[in-house]
């Protein structure tokens, strides 16, 4: 069975609560130095706000999203990470539903 390099290199978590009011937990793993882009969509497909937008080493994080600006609705969060030191691991693009309610 073929692995998927990136897969392994890369995890997105469910945030945490969810559904949450106002503030919520996503948490993310990179085995290898990346760039790394964490972006939260509204259900239409705007941009709503980057959470994280930087290089990262291998490791664990966690960005806590407030989202007090924000009406009631179903958002989305996607984790774009790409592979800086030479590897050969593919772009990893991941995309999670959130549910934030008043």
């Known amino acids: 069975v073929a692995t998927d390099a990136a897969s392994e290199a890369f995890a997105l978590q469910q945030n945490h609560p969810n559904p949450f009011n106002p503030t919520t937990h996503i948490s993310y793993g990179i085995s290898y130095i990346g760039q790394v882009s964490l972006k939260i969509f509204d259900l239409l497909g ?17 960005v806590e999203w407030n989202a007090a600006s924000q009406p009631s609705g179903v ?20 995309t999670r539903k959130l549910l934030l309610l008043r």
Do not use: C, M, N
């Open 46 to 62: 705007r941009e709503v706000t980057t959470l994280v937008d930087e290089t990262k080493t291998p490791g664990e994080y966690s």
């Open 75 to 94: 958002y989305f969060y996607r984790l774009t990470a790409r592979q800086i030191d030479g590897g050969q691991a593919r772009p990893f693009v991941q």
